[in-house]
């Protein structure tokens, strides 16, 4: 078990590590920063995503994000096995958070104190020592400001990464999410034309290690700390218990499935933080597939399967052309089966006959 007092010792010692800042690029100069214009966005919980501008209006600007820090009990499957969760803003994964280049992400990051861990975040799309890590580790009670520019386009990972063994448990205790960069004059394809979208969905695929009791069920733990010892054993295994979409078996199908129309252009951003994945859109394609996630690479096209690294996000635009629900899963489909990595998507409009049709129907073996 992990106690309040070993997390808080951890934070002092990355506190003392930051204690001298770097100086303020020469070419850019903290008047001129002061002087942007500036942006205050909600944030939204997965798989929706707070509203955005495709292109850029205006020259760089200063968004500004608020996360607060929720430790909490989740119930991850019908069985009712529960995870002692470490969330941004109370979601699995935290939510996404779209600039566009050259623009500052700001974030302020709040540990309330009703949790009992030190936390803070690692910025994939930052440039600066640990993403950021070191500048925003916080004990509970506490909150942070942290500034970075957004210097590359593409999808990036963020995560706590509070140091040594406590990143890996944070992290796949759910504290992971993604930031989209866009490029100011927005998306291109292969040949360089503009693409667009229509509607936009963020899956965050997570592996989880419960414990199990000698009778091989699933333990539960009063609080995250109590389950420290257990957890890591089983995490050591590399052998998850489950794998699943948005925190939890279920989160993206049935009533919760992702919706769209014939006609309608979606792009999906999927981030794993910790483990290789590989998306499959069943029924359909990634007709233009940035599988490393950053724009300023053609995306490949006509994809059946995409690779998403683990520690990476990567983004894929499909525009639906028949009706119907279409499972999204992680192709190791003992994964997406058994473990849980499954979404759909639920589509409205009128079927078109000459994409697929169903020749004959089901009938008799016909006897000679």
């Avoid at 290690?209 to 420290?228: H, L």
């Avoid at 794993?272 to 597939?289: F, K, S």
């Amino acid at each position: 078990m992990i106690t309040r007092r070993e997390a808080l010792f951890g934070a002092a010692l990355g506190a003392a590590a930051v204690a001298a800042l770097p100086a303020l690029s020469a070419t850019v100069t903290k008047a001129e920063i002061r002087g942007l214009p500036r942006e205050k966005i909600t944030l939204v919980a997965p798989p929706f995503v707070h509203p955005h501008d495709q292109i850029a209006k205006s020259g760089p600007k200063i968004v500004e994000f608020t996360m607060t820090i929720e430790e909490k009990p989740v119930v991850i499957d019908a069985d009712g096995a529960k995870l002692n969760a470490m969330t941004y803003n109370g979601s699995i994964p935290g939510p996404l958070m779209v600039v566009h280049q050259d623009d500052y992400l700001e974030l302020t990051l709040i540990n309330p104190d009703t949790n009992s861990l030190a936390h803070n975040i690692d910025f994939h799309a930052a440039t600066g020592g640990l993403g950021g890590g070191g500048l925003t580790l916080i004990n509970p009670g506490e909150q942070v400001t942290l500034r970075f520019k957004a210097t590359r386009t593409g999808t990036f990972v963020y995560h706590c990464a509070p140091g040594g063994a406590m990143i890996p448990w944070h992290v796949v205790s759910g504290m992971n999410g993604a930031v989209m960069v866009l490029p100011r004059d927005g998306l291109r394809n292969d040949k360089g034309k503009p693409v667009k979208y229509d509607k936009m969905f963020y899956i965050g695929e997570s592996d989880f290690y419960i414990p199990r009791d000698e009778k091989g069920n699933f333990k539960s733990y009063e609080s995250a700390g109590d389950g420290y010892d257990d957890t890591v054993k089983v995490m050591r295994g590399l052998i998850p218990t489950h794998v699943v979409f948005n925190g939890k078996v279920g989160s993206l199908t049935g009533d919760n499935a992702m919706k769209s129309k014939v006609g309608e252009t979606v792009l999906i951003v999927h981030s794993q933080a910790n483990r290789d994945t590989r998306p499959h859109l069943i029924g359909g394609h990634g007709d233009y597939v940035w599988e490393l996630g950053k724009f300023a690479n053609p995306p490949a096209k006509d994809l059946e399967t995409w690779f998403i690294r683990g520690g990476s996000a990567g983004a894929a635009l499909y525009t639906f052309l028949q009706p119907g629900v279409y499972a999204y899963v992680n192709h190791n489909l003992i994964e997406a089966v058994e473990l849980g990595a499954t979404a759909h998507f639920k589509v409205e409009g009128d079927w078109n006959d000459d994409l697929m049709t169903q020749v004959e129907a089901p009938k008799p073996i016909a006897i000679n």
